[in-house]
């Protein structure tokens, strides 16, 4: 596509930038064709910017954006002229990881993302440049996760298409965002400060007008009005400015935000109160104003810090793992260390971890012992004790003696990092109720202007006077920030608190929709039990006993399943399988010294046995080769021991317990008879589990089910709300909603406690909202509500909004719990 025609300024007559919104300087003729149309450009960046959108084919962006980008003057970071930099290995060490062969992918920081449209504009983009794999871009957190293939394309190619249109990217570094939050929370307290200096000093000159009623000389009030008018001007002109910028970008965009009746009360009544000091004519409310500012963003700064708050968990995630590593590079030999960066750690190496370090990456202790400070991942206080041969994660705490450590995972593949993850990915979404909130309150913003307009005229009919005061008074009171704060802020402190208490919230809708579970349809294995079974009996058929053990050893040498662990631990050692392939819910099939076996249920055993004959043995799992049933096992595991608890308080909390399993019907009965639980299924496969939790949703169940193990993923998925233990497979804990990061059904009690409470807030707040403006409406429409009580009302009801929502974050537990890593 050719570069879009210049036409000459003459040709329009728009006065700002079509790209930045920023003036255009007298005498500036830059323009770019959009969309038919020759749009007027400030200057050579934003043209340049313009050029390469429209040449690219995404005209689209400047009818789906919402708000206007960073100016390609501010857009453009110094370090550009040398991108070049972040192509070096030493560089990318720190931020760039390699998911496949010939692929990296890295964490990146945009700015200038101020709107959806932003989004799509950066992810279309990218995505058509040569050699970009995958883009994503978080709205919530400006970040963006890009991969691409180094055979075809670079980061700095990558960076540089970024900036050319218009944005500035840049690696993720956790330090640099907590600067920007500080320098967003500075700025917004200084203009509070202002606005209450203002305020003050306003109030000084509007109380004797109240107290004198009339009784103050003529010239001396037009004097004092005038001083009202100078402390004012600061207040209108500094302090409320996020309120003008955020109404006049809506208006811009043909949008109607929840900023454009606060700025139109302040307009209005500031405008009228200049005039009335300059004419001498008419009533001033000034104090009004000032304190309507004041409140305003006092409210607004409290909620600043509460998200702040509420994200700080991540944020501490972020920071948790340490730079560097004391790596052991003769051990046993040599206890001889060298400081090496954390991210240049491989599997297998060890590492020396000093009393009061953090351990830089998962492992397992090779040598020592001591207590883990584990309170940051698992929201437990006390430290846990470890020896020798058990794992531990990254970014836990050595508070004992010194550990050598054999590095197991690293980067990405840490539990930090999968925490990480998975809390941004929950932060990244909404749930249902804040999605409905956010509509009405898009909504009502346009009811309140209709209702002032209404107002207005009615008032000039009846009493011209008035109209003012009551107009402003509709305008302030009816701000439906504490509507749009209802849902968000009581979401934002649950999931982060539910993280410190050992819950992880992986998807926005989880807590809502746990909380409304009828049905919880539980698996046995690694759930109700300790998920660690061991091989109780052996029947061999037509094979020693020890050479059985041997090949269901080896074809379970890769597998995650406690089956296959319990199998390798019986054996002790094992044969070389190849051609292995697991089928989930039945077993494993595999090649041992060119003999084909399977192990697993009965049935899938039989299916390659030419003489399926068990005689009159009744086995969890069975062994056969082509020929014949070779022999049958088993296993033993036992029940967790808060388990019969826990399925006690799920049905006094009026739950329908449902457990499932694939183990034999005997196993199964006798667990459920323990239990207490009265509907039980055994000898189910993935498929049979997934039909069951469809039943159910069909006959209007709300389904929770409670799983581990790759078999449970399926099943995970069709449930309205999955909870996967952190001991289970990963791929289970991929598909659940919640990961429950402690070994204690107990907590996940008190999570679907938690849950309800959550609910209960989000209720109070919304049923707050409605009757706040459902009495307020009326009153300021009739004139029983001032501007002042007004400003005074609606910041109110806002803060009453947050200090609810913060009352979550009350709750903490003092008991013990254990992390598993592996």
């Known amino acids: 596509m050719t570069a879009p025609d210049r036409a000459t300024f003459s040709e329009t007559n728009a006065k700002d930038c079509y790209h930045c919104g920023l003036p255009v300087p007298p005498r500036v003729e830059y323009q ?72 990296r992918e890295a964490s990146l920081i945009l700015e200038g993302i101020t709107c959806p449209g932003c989004v799509w504009l950066n992810e279309t983009h990218l995505m058509r440049q040569t050699g970009v794999v995958a883009v994503n871009v978080n709205y919530t957190t400006n970040r963006a996760t890009v991969r691409w ?34 320098r967003e929370a500075r700025s917004l307290l200084a203009r ?62 043909c949008r109607i935000g929840m900023d454009v009746p606060v700025a139109a009360a ?28 004041f409140f305003l963003l006092g409210a607004r700064y409290l909620e600043l810090r509460a998200r702040q708050k509420a994200a700080s968990h991540l944020e501490s ?6 730079a560097t590593a004391h790596k052991l590079a003769g051990f046993p030999q040599s206890d001889e260390t060298d400081v090496v960066p954390a991210g240049a750690l491989t599997v297998g190496d060890r590492v020396l971890v000093r009393p009061g370090e953090a351990i830089p990456a998962d492992g397992i202790i090779e040598q020592g012992d001591s207590e883990i400070d584990e309170s940051l991942l698992t929201g437990e206080s006390m430290p846990v004790k470890k020896v020798q041969g058990q794992s531990v994660a990254g970014g836990s705490i050595n508070r004992g003696n010194p550990l050598v450590v054999r590095v197991q995972r690293v980067g990405d593949q840490t539990v930090l990092s999968a925490i990480v993850k998975l ?9 249902r109720l804040q999605q409905i909130t956010d509509r009405v309150a898009a909504r009502f913003v346009s009811v309140i202007l209709v209702l002032a307009a209404a107002t207005a005229i009615w008032w000039l009919d009846q009493d011209a006077a008035r109209t003012l005061p009551i107009v402003v008074s509709v305008l302030i009171v009816t701000c439906p920030c504490a509507l749009a704060l209802a849902t968000p802020m009581a979401m934002a402190v649950a999931t982060s608190s539910a993280a410190k208490r050992g819950l992880l919230v992986t998807r926005s809708h989880a807590l809502e929709t746990l909380a409304r579970a009828t049905h919880f349809v539980i698996d046995k294995t690694g759930t109700l039990t300790l998920g660690k079974p061991s091989v109780q009996a052996v029947y061999p058929l037509n094979a020693d006993r020890e050479n059985v053990l041997l090949l269901a050893a080896a074809l379970e040498q890769g597998s995650e399943h406690p089956v296959a662990t319990a199998m390798r631990e019986a054996a002790r050692s094992a044969l070389h399988a190849e051609q292995v392939r697991n089928v989930p819910g039945y077993g494993v099939e595999g090649v041992v010294a060119g003999r084909k076996f399977r192990i697993g249920t009965e049935a899938f055993a039989a299916e390659l046995a030419a003489n399926a004959d068990t005689g009159e043995i009744e086995a969890q799992i069975w062994l056969a080769d082509e020929e014949g049933m070779l022999a049958g096992f088993d296993l033993q595991d036992q029940l967790r021991p808060d388990a019969a608890g826990f399925v006690a308080a799920l049905r006094a909390q009026g739950g329908q317990i449902s457990l499932l399993s694939g183990d034999r019907q005997s196993v199964v009965r006798d667990t459920a008879v323990q239990l207490g639980i009265e509907t039980w299924r055994a000898t189910m496969s993935p498929e049979q589990k997934l039909d069951y939790v469809k039943a159910l949703q069909a006959q209007g169940a709300v389904v929770a089910m409670i799983g581990d193990g790759v078999n449970d993923a399926p099943v995970l998925t069709q449930a309205q709300v999955a909870i996967a233990l952190v001991s289970g497979a990963a791929l289970a804990q991929g598909a659940a909603d919640m990961v429950l990061l402690t070994g204690r059904l107990s907590d996940l009690t008190r999570s679907i406690e938690y849950s309800r409470r959550t609910l209960r807030i989000v209720r109070q707040n919304l049923g707050w909202a409605i009757a706040y403006n459902v009495l ?16 005074i009302g609606m910041s109110g009801s806002s803060l009453l909004v947050v200090g609810n929502a913060a009352r979550l974050a009350g709750e903490r537990r003092a008991h013990r719990v254990v992390l598993v890593s592996d």
């Open 32 to 103: 770019v064709v959009i969309g038919g149309r020759p749009r007027v450009m400030c200057c050579a960046g934003c043209e340049a910017v313009a050029s390469a959108i429209v040449a690219a084919g995404l005209d689209d962006y400047y009818t789906r954006r919402d708000n206007y980008p960073q100016s390609q003057r501010e857009a453009l970071p110094q370090i550009v002229s040398k991108l070049e930099v972040f192509d070096r290995p030493e560089i990318q060490d720190r931020f760039v990881t390699q998911p496949a062969a010939h692929e």
């Open 149 to 182: 293939d180094t055979r075809r394309t670079s980061l700095s190619q990558i960076l540089a298409t970024i900036n050319a249109i218009g944005y500035r990217a840049y690696p993720y570094d956790a330090q640099s965002l907590e600067a920007s939050r500080k």
């Open 192 to 253: 509070f400060a202002i606005a209450g200096l203002g305020m003050m000093q306003v109030m000084m000159y509007a109380l004797p007008r109240y107290l004198a009623e009339g009784g103050i000389d003529q010239s001396l009030y037009s004097l004092m009005n005038w001083a009202a008018l100078i402390l004012t001007a600061p207040v209108v002109f500094y302090s409320s400015l996020p309120f003008m910028s955020g109404a006049w970008r809506d208006i811009r965009n």
């Open 266 to 293: 302040i307009i209005i009544a500031f405008t009228a109160s200049v005039l009335a000091t300059v004419t001498g004519e008419g009533e001033v409310y000034f104090d009004s104003v000032a304190m309507f500012v």
């Open 317 to 322: 995630l972020s920071h948790a793992m340490p």
């Open 423 to 431: 809390m941004e990915r929950a932060s990244a979404s909404r749930p």
């Open 776 to 791: 307020a409406i009326p009153l300021a429409m009739t004139g029983y509500i001032t501007p002042w009580m007004a400003a």
